[in-house]
């Protein structure tokens, strides 16, 4: 049998219509054995709930938007799908799509009652078995999730505070037994002591696309200013984190790592950029990326490949030291490591380049670019064949410009080179 409900909530204070706030709920239900359960409490909360199919169930929870709003909406289509919306503080706005059968998603916002902080999160699955759960707090903070196929799984979580920046996250999974996790926080600090100058949070940006089956992404990202403890001193701003990820095949793993701070002057903006594709199966990436200035994209393509890349940059405020890395695979058994560090008062450019094809291939590449270095650290690998192994360490000092190329090609060759 099917059965419809339509349920129309109004609570109005008595007190005084001057300052009326009222909660607004509808829930619409079509098909068998369906469940909403809405609990709304101090006004301008407003939700909407619909259901088709059978034994779908879906509870909201709202609660002290004061002089704001909490905005939830939550459909669900098919069977067994289950969907939590909790919300408090208000600015807080979140919608929830599920078509299929034995979906579930959970949304969890805390907001603040300042103007120009929403939280804002969409959630769409369908399919079989997916599942997400986001977690928001503070404002300023973005969420996608869009997942089809089966037993996807997406787990994002985002924080900021008065002085921070933005968070903004996109996820989306196509396929089977996928899984996604984000981390991003912004966070901004006064200045302590006499007359301390205050830190600012920078903005973090990530984006995460998987289709085929097993792959898994790993995003963290930090961008935390720290106040000064007295007038002369700058506070360091956060440095802005965009990180990309895109992976197609089956079972391969990314994961990015990227956070600092650095005392800039106002209107002055660095980042940590980072690209991640992968193609094939098996293949791995590691990224950790330090203090801005950092920018690196990995390329693999193939089978079991794998990529370490490793930058950190100074965070004093005088170095303009740019670090750069590209590394591209392609074949089976691949392995990259490029590991580059800017010290203080640099003003040149590290630069790795590695491009491998073929068959177990290694190449190894650490560069570092010391105080007072006017210069760079340039390095060129590129290894066509099998078995092939180059290491390549650069050390570079006042006024020295180090340049490495090694290219081999054929079966078996082996280079070192050591620059300082």
């Known amino acids: 049998m099917k059965k419809m409900t339509v349920l129309t909530l109004a609570l109005v204070s008595s007190t005084s219509f001057a300052y009326a706030a009222s909660n607004e709920s509808v829930i619409g239900q079509i098909g068998a054995e369906n469940g909403a359960v809405v609990g709304q409490v101090g006004g301008n909360n407003k939700q909407g709930t619909l259901q088709a199919g059978y034994k779908n169930y879906a509870v909201t929870s709202q609660a002290a938007a004061g002089s ?77 999730t869009l997942q089809i196929g089966a037993r996807n799984n997406s787990l994002t979580g985002q924080n900021t505070n008065s002085r921070s920046g933005t968070n903004g996250s996109a996820t989306l999974q196509v396929g089977s037994d996928n899984n996604a996790t984000t981390a ?91 690209f991640v594709g992968q193609f094939g199966a098996n293949n791995a990436a590691l990224v950790g990326q330090t203090n801005g200035l950092n920018a690196q994209a990995t390329i ?77 650290n340039l390095q060129q690998t590129v290894q066509v064949g099998a078995s092939n192994y180059a290491s390549t360490s650069q050390t570079g000092s006042f006024g020295v410009s180090n340049s490495s190329l090694t290219a081999q090609f054929g079966y078996k060759n082996a280079a070192v080179v050591s620059q300082k």
Request: proline share 2%; glycine share 16%; aromatic share 4%.
């Open 68 to 144: 704001r709003t909490n905005e939830s909406a939550v459909g669900q289509i098919g069977a067994r799908n289950t969907a939590q919306v909790g919300q408090t503080g208000g600015n807080n706005r979140q919608g929830t799509l599920q078509a299929g059968a034995r979906n579930y998603a959970a949304t969890s916002q805390t907001g603040v009652s300042t103007s120009g902080r929403m939280n804002n999160s969409g959630t769409a699955q369908f399919g079989y078995r997916n599942a997400s759960v986001v977690g928001q707090t503070g404002g300023k903070n973005d969420q996608n």
């Open 184 to 274: 991003q926080t912004s966070t901004g600090a006064a200045g302590t002591g006499l007359f301390g100058n205050e830190g600012k949070g920078g903005a973090n940006n990530a984006t995460t696309a998987q289709f085929g089956r097993g792959n898994t992404a790993l995003t963290g990202q930090a961008s935390a200013g720290t106040g000064s403890s007295a007038f002369i001193l700058p506070g360091s701003n956060g440095v802005d984190n965009n990180a990309a990820t895109l992976q197609a095949g089956r079972n391969n793993y990314a994961s990015t790592s990227q956070t600092g701070a650095r005392p800039v002057p106002a209107g002055t903006t660095l980042s940590n950029d980072s």
């Open 300 to 376: 693999q393509a193939g089978r079991g490949n794998s990529s370490i890349t490793s930058q950190a940059n100074t965070n004093a405020p005088l170095s303009a030291n740019q670090n750069a890395a590209a590394t591209f695979q392609v074949g089976a058994r691949n392995s990259a490591t490029t590991s580059q560090v800017a010290n203080p008062l640099a003003f040149g450019v590290n630069g790795s380049l590695v491009a491998q094809i073929g068959a177990n291939n290694a190449a190894v590449v650490g560069q570092t670019g010391l105080q007072g270095m006017i210069g760079a």
